[in-house]
């Protein structure tokens, strides 16, 4: 008798801890979630603000206004790593002629 009573108590106390581990791994998957959430938001803000100070640079210089819209290079312009050496890191304005995902399709 004395052994059934220490064995219902144990799988009652397993029972208990199953229970407990499983809340604690959820409150922590629920945690990382919400962190990959203000992630995304986060870089879709600044991925935002990049798009725009691009298209501003372009609107106020001519050499990049005839490069986009009449596809004319000025002799002046630099294009990293076809007529110039590419700097690391550096500010650079991506031209695209019609709209494109630059990320890959993975």
Avoid: H
Avoid at 3 to 31: D, E, H, P, R, T
Avoid at 41 to 54: H, P, Y
Avoid at 63 to 83: F, H, V
Wanted: aromatic share 8%; hydrophobic share 40%.
């Amino acid at each position: 008798m004395k052994v059934l009573s220490l064995l219902i108590q144990n799988k009652l106390l397993m029972a208990i801890l199953a229970g407990v581990a499983s809340i604690g791994s959820f409150q922590f998957w629920q945690y990382n979630q919400a962190q990959y959430a203000k992630f995304i938001s986060d870089s879709k803000i600044n991925c935002g603000v990049d798009i725009e100070l691009g298209e501003d640079a372009v609107k106020r210089s001519p050499s990049l206004r005839a490069l986009k819209y009449q596809n004319k290079r000025l002799s002046g312009l630099e294009q990293p790593g076809i007529n110039s050496e590419s700097a690391s890191p550096g500010a650079y304005v991506m031209l695209l002629r019609s709209p494109a995902s630059t990320l890959p399709p993975s």
